[in-house]
């Protein structure tokens, strides 16, 4: 052992000695471009390099769900990276995220982040030229920016997807490589490599999280701090490339000094581009507003963020000939990405005291004179346990502080509730945030009641309020409220449970409910659920309520412990009963308390989905609730027999399969007591068809009234100017805005949701209510965003409309969600619905 050990020992020191730096080309084995590289080579790489110098560390921060290594490389000057953790704590301490003074030293940080999208895959290629070039020995230029600059190069951001794409094209790529884009080297398959295992775009993620690869990056991130993000893109390969300044609109949190320095790296971009000619274009189309990309998360962090995106994508190949004809290889885009990044790393060095002092102005701003109109956040200290959790823990990763106030008062704010002004108690066990904080802008672009939006036009959604999103008792307030006190959990107190009940009893209010019963129903223990209100043992219990009795589990060995434990394991408050006579409402043995059996759970998967929404169904039932699902591919459905599965979730999709022969089989198995949930545009597939009672909204009277607007706006249409064709498509879109839904919390599919809830709208679909079902949720009257923008001609239609609702049909049942409900899975509100059309609808 001890001879083994001494062996490997003088191996280790044998090769260190030898190592010696080799680019990129002489450790590979062949010029970058040729090939796309597999991740597990690209780390190969990076870890040479940081065997064979002395100043390069690279670090793992996570791992991917596909079990590849999530690395970074730290690159500095010999003197720098002898100091690299004052360097590091510096930052932190000048961003008052560290207590203590910064030394005089100013060295910036220059984070570059690789391959978000695994198929605009020249990125991770670019980051191996980058880093070997920061390091070369005869590179004189890159030396002096290492003199006062430390670099970090994340070289794939999403090595899941990037892996998907290189090993497609390594596949399907032909000898040599054809151009063409007809060719299948250049056709990706579903569902693509742009996203990671979950098909999850991690680029939408930045502030959610929902991802390992996000929640790995967000804890390191903000372990540095850095002075300037890049996010390296890819963009359609006839696009010529795109830097920094961002277009509009700029979320009004932004600095003029942030606006400043973009352009300032945008002119040094555009200097060296000007010198090869190539084609570039600035200020347009990647706007910085919504706060969970690459280069609005680190711009509301401190950062100069920005977004470069090279022409290429998947499409592109190994080379591709473009509209104007003209070849662009992969060695083209991996050279405009390394040019684009080390002068982005030149323009920071040449400006590193301002860059440092700009930096430690915008935090002494945030936590000394915040500029946002509402100073503190209040959440209600009864607001249910499980969601305060959960966002308490999501504050610790970004390192957002809260914590209790000194004492209890009146006070009054925005709240949430009613979208107005009111009075409140502010009692000792609220939650305070307030932005007088490092993360204050931050705090305000996620809270603020209403964010200014200067141009409707923006890449992505318009709201995504936290508030609304876990639909939370919440008040924004003008005044500043201090944090006197560390936030105290209330703790599950589960000291006194009485051993053998007759039953034992759940609420049912989140998603960690959800979760739980779940978790009961893999176990096989049979579950009730209370479709009334009750009161047993002076406690009240609302409709969704877990009723696990002793009857009906006798075969379970042990049933008191499986039940106890799996409580415990899912930090739930255990009641208990001696009986099945209530104080008020239905005993258990009563019609009105259903039985869950534990539901088979079948999706369509596959090419005619939307990825993203398969991916958000997938990750929910694995990662959420830890329930067994069947992924059913949409080539193959007509030949699996439905009556294997007690639920069919039809994602969105653009399906081709549902003729009318698969509509007949599925509204027969519904019949037979199937539970088909069907998922916003995949609505159309069954609205007016046979069988089902989903309806297009508009009566008759409507209906000539919209053909006669239509017209009169297809003249006006006609006249338009050509420079106003953007602004016309936005008055018929959603940009992603809340609506506030009226809910009948009666219906199963509203168990444990509030008298509202917040639907957040993405797309413009609009169906009526339904005739003969159950309209569980609705838009109510006028229809208006409690924040957002909608445009003016789409929200007058979305006035009483369905939202959620249930169709009874035979045995079974059709839930339509108008709304994806799992929208990027950061809609904590929205699980718990989903779940409830899976768990709860039909029992
Ligand atoms: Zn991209």
Known sequence: MLRALLFLLLCTVTSFAQTTLQSPEQFLGYNLGDRFTRHHRVMDYFKHVDDALPNVKVQQYGETYEHRPLVFAVVASQENFANLEQIRTDNLKRAGMMEGQPSANKVAIVWLSYNVHGNEANSTEASMKTLFELVNPANAKTKEFLKNTVVIIDPCINPDGRDRYANFYNQFGQVPANPNVDSKEHREPWPGGRSNHYMFDLNRDWAWETQTETQGRIKVYNEWMPHVHVDFHEQGYNNPY????????????????????????????????????????????????????????????????????QGGHSLAGLTVTTREGDPLTLKDRLTHHYTAGISTVEMTSQNVARVVDEFERYFKDNTNNPVAPYKTYVIKGDNNQDKINTITKWFDTHQ?????????????????????????????????????????????????????????????????????????????????????????????????????????????????????????????????????????????FEPGTLIVTRRNNESIADFDNVVLKLAKDGDRKIYTTTTGFVDKGKDFGSGYVGYVKAPKVAALFGEQTYSLNSGEIWHLFEQTLHYPITQIGTDYFRNVDLKKYDVLIVPEGNYRMFDEGTLETISGWVSGGGRLIVIANSLSSFADKKGFALKHYATEDEKTQAEKKEKEEKEKDMLKRYDEAERKSVSEAISGAIYKVTVDRSHPLAYGLRDTYYTLKTNELRYGYLDGGWNVGVIKGTAKPVQGFAGAKINKKMSNSLVFGVEDKGQGSVTYLVDNPLFRTFWENGKMLFANAVFMVGN
């Open 400 to 540: 957002i502080k809260y914590g209790h106030p000194a004492a209890g008062k009146a006070s009054k704010g925005f709240d949430y509730n009613t979208q107005a002004q009111g009075n409140f108690n502010l009692a000792t066990d609220d939650i305070v945030v307030n932005v007088y904080q490092p993360k204050s802008r931050f705090i305000t672009t996620l809270f603020e009641p209403q964010s200014k939006l200067p141009d409707s036009a923006t890449y992505d959604i318009t709201a995504w309020n936290l508030m609304y999103n876990y639909d939370l008792k919440a008040y924004a307030v003008a005044e500043r409220i201090n944090v006197a006190k560390a936030y105290q959990a209330k703790a599950v107190d589960n000291s006194s449970v009485a051993s053998k009940p007759y039953a034992y009893l759940f609420k049912y209010q989140s998603v960690k409910d959800a979760a739980f019963l779940a978790s009961l129903l893999s176990n096989n223990v049979k579950v009730r659920v209370a479709s009334l209100a009750f009161t047993s043992g002076g406690q009240t």
């Open 242 to 309: 795109y830097f920094a300044p961002a277009a509009e609109p700029y979320h009004e949190v932004i600095t003029n000094w942030q606006r400043e320095f973009q352009v300032m790296i945008g002119k040094n971009n555009a200097k060296y581009f000007d010198e090869q000619g190539w084609l570039y274009f600035t200020k347009e189309v990647f706007d910085l507003y919504y706060p969970s990309y690459g280069d609005s998360y680190p711009t509301f962090n401190g950062a100069i963020g920005m977004t470069y995106e």
